[in-house]
Nanobody
Framework: QVQVVESGGGLVQAGGSLRVSCAVS????????MAWFRQVPEKEREFVAS???????YYEASVKGRFTISRDNAKDTVYLQMNSLKPDDTAVYYC????????????????????WGQGTQVTVSS
């Protein structure tokens, strides 16, 4: 059984940095992609960034240049380093694991991801 567990959220001032982590266990499929989404109340879940099995990375326009997604294959862990944080970045951040469709242009769609974590709150104060 695949388990996805996020950690590292918290409260930070605007302009600060934070790193969230996502550990995956029990994965048996490939090729695959791992991604971060975020969601605020009453809004749809929004794609933030993803990384494919071949280390190609993709970012939502508003975070490009500020956020960096990376992974440690040995630990089956993906990280999201968030710099120059803004109050608009406040959200619950979710980690997702996908199969083939998540490595394609459909990567921004939550529905193509198979496994999800429980989410971690990131709050950026002004």
């Amino acid at each position: 059984q695949v388990q996805v567990v996020e950690s590292g959220g918290g409260l930070v001032q605007a302009g600060g940095s934070l790193r969230v982590s996502c550990a995956v266990s029990g994965r048996t499929f490939s090729p695959y992609a791992m991604a971060w989404f975020r969601q605020v109340p009453e809004k749809e879940r929004e794609f933030v960034a993803s990384i494919n099995w071949n280390d190609n990375t993709y970012y939502e326009a508003s975070v490009k240049g500020r956020f960096t997604i990376s992974r440690d294959n040995a630990k089956d862990t993906v990280y999201l380093q968030m710099n120059s944080l803004k109050p608009d970045d406040t959200a619950v951040y979710y980690c997702a694991v996908g199969e083939y469709l998540a490595t394609t242009s459909k990567r921004t769609l939550p529905g193509v991801y198979v496994y999800w974590g429980q989410g971690t709150q990131v709050t950026v104060s002004s």
